[in-house]
């Protein structure tokens, strides 16, 4: 079966660095995703790989390894706004997005 | 401004009753997607469609119904045959002109059951 997992929480503090991890397992790959929601409100759409390496876009980084199934989210310089849910997406061999549960991540002063 | 929207933000069902979950676009976008989240679940694909007058089952199809009669519009029922319908409901869209790579999402659906 297909399977994206992340860690269901995590802890920082603001003006800190947080890196949230994702492993997947699916029927192809054809891109990964990851996405911001704030509780409540919709998925915000924040990175996009499809090749292996480091995509940085400001204070928000992404990671990819496909070789061994694996991507990460970097967020530095954290700020209170930054709490919220952040979901890992991957595109399968049919072109759908398959979702992980998301990481509920909590910004402390 | 250019965007996704659903109506309405909060909808009660009763036993035994159909509702329509509206969603509308003006991003000119070709696809539409609705999904359903769950606590502590990742968000599961109900219904899509890639081009008017088509649509395609997700993953959790059974007991949801849509249409596509305008690319603008892409409303999704609810019915009484949907056993556990309590959830937040998301509708996004896309358009090959960026590669499909990102889905846009409206504010969502909140369905509580009475």
């Known amino acids: 079966g297909q399977n994206i997992d992340q860690p269901t929480e995590m802890t920082a503090t603001e003006g800190a660095i947080v890196q949230i991890n994702c492993t997947y397992q699916?029927?192809?790959?054809?891109?990964l995703f990851w996405y911001q929601q704030h509780a409540g409100e919709a998925p915000t759409f924040l990175s996009y790989?499809?090749l292996d390496g480091l995509e940085e876009k400001g204070r928000f980084s992404s990671f990819l390894s496909r070789s061994k199934g694996y991507s990460y989210l970097l967020l530095k310089e954290l700020q209170m706004k930054d709490s919220a849910s952040y979901l890992c997406?991957?595109?399968?061999?049919?072109?759908?997005?398959?979702w992980g549960a998301g990481t509920k991540l909590i910004i402390k002063p | 401004d250019g965007g996704i929207t659903q109506s309405p933000k909060y909808l009660f069902r009763k036993e035994g009753q159909n509702v329509t979950l509206s969603c509308e676009q003006n991003?000119?976008?070709?696809?539409m997607y609705w999904y359903r989240q769950d606590p502590g679940q990742g968000l599961r694909l109900i219904y899509y469609?890639?081009?008017?007058?088509?649509?395609q089952k997700g993953d959790i199809a059974e007991g949801y119904s849509v249409s596509r009669e305008k690319k603008e519009s892409f409303p999704l029922t609810v019915t009484s045959a949907q056993k556990n319908p309590t959830a937040f409901y998301l509708c996004?869209?896309?358009?090959?002109?960026?590669?499909?790579?990102?889905?846009?999402f409206g504010p969502g659906t909140r369905l509580l059951v009475l």
């Open positions: 996004a869209s896309s358009t090959p002109e960026t590669g499909w790579e990102t889905q846009y």
């Open positions: 991003l000119n976008h070709d696809a």
């Open positions: 469609s890639q081009i008017v007058n088509d649509f």
């Open positions: 699916t029927s192809g790959f054809n891109g």
């Open positions: 790989n499809v």
């Open positions: 997406a991957v595109r399968d061999s049919n072109y759908q997005l398959i």
